[in-house]
């Protein structure tokens, strides 16, 4: 087995289901020493792991994200990774159908937990002189039925550019990845619980229909296949490597 990150301690947001799920564990698979977040507590089914750290937080709050930064350092004594996955569409339609509270609330989701966890993280990066933040974008920054998202999204981007130049010569590595469609199970707390009309049906199959055509592949990735990418990012591997938002949406460049 890959020991990539033995001995570094991550923190991994967004880490019940899905995308950050899968990166957690394979960050213990690789020898990190985890702290899990999420809002859900479906998180704690990691807690078996003797090297994972579980705890819920709202990460759209800041003082949430201070908390989880300092219960990382009282555990493990110092943080080398940070994997920003906080995030996802929660309403799929045309911008003109968006109310002002729902576009307020896609920027709070995916654009602000990112934001305050790399705040929250830097101080003991800094201190270190060494650290490596993976934020999880998406290909979204160009396609149909998800403006404020996108607009989220767009921000992650400009943050990780950002970022980048200003801690470089720091010892602080910045970069993302802009996952496209990805086959996952069924979401066991579904972002928007409302019931879908068929006119929200038809909206979300659109953006179904705009990301196969824009792949190259012409088919979703898999949880793995975006698990990957980040774990390279987050790795000694791309020690040369800041300031790059990776697409990995099977050729659509987003």
Known sequence: MNKRFHNKVAVVT????GIGRRVAERLLEEGAQVVAVD????????????????LTADLEQFAECQRVMAAALERFGRLDILVNNVGGTIWAKPFEHYREHEIEAEVRRSLFPTLWCCHAALPPMLEQGSGAIVNVSSIATRGVN?????????GVNALTACL??????????????A????????RRIPRNAAAQ??????????IVDQ????????????????????????????AYITGVTLPVGGGDLG
């Open 39 to 54: 809002r859900s507590e479906l998180v704690f089914e990691l807690v078996e792991q003797q090297a994972a750290l579980c």
């Open 164 to 177: 980048a130049f200003e801690t470089a010569e720091r010892g602080i590595r910045v970069n993302a990845t």
């Open 14 to 17: 967004g880490a019940a289901q």
């Open 197 to 206: 009309s068929e006119q929200d049906k038809a909206w979300y199959q659109q």
């Open 146 to 154: 998800r403006v404020p998202y996108g607009a989220a999204k767009g």
């Open 179 to 186: 996952p496209g469609g990805t086959e996952a199970p069924p």
């Open 211 to 238: 990301t196969l055509s824009s792949s190259l592949m012409k088919r979703y990735g898999t949880i793995d296949e975006q698990a990957g990418a980040i774990l390279f990012l987050a790795s000694d591997e791309a």
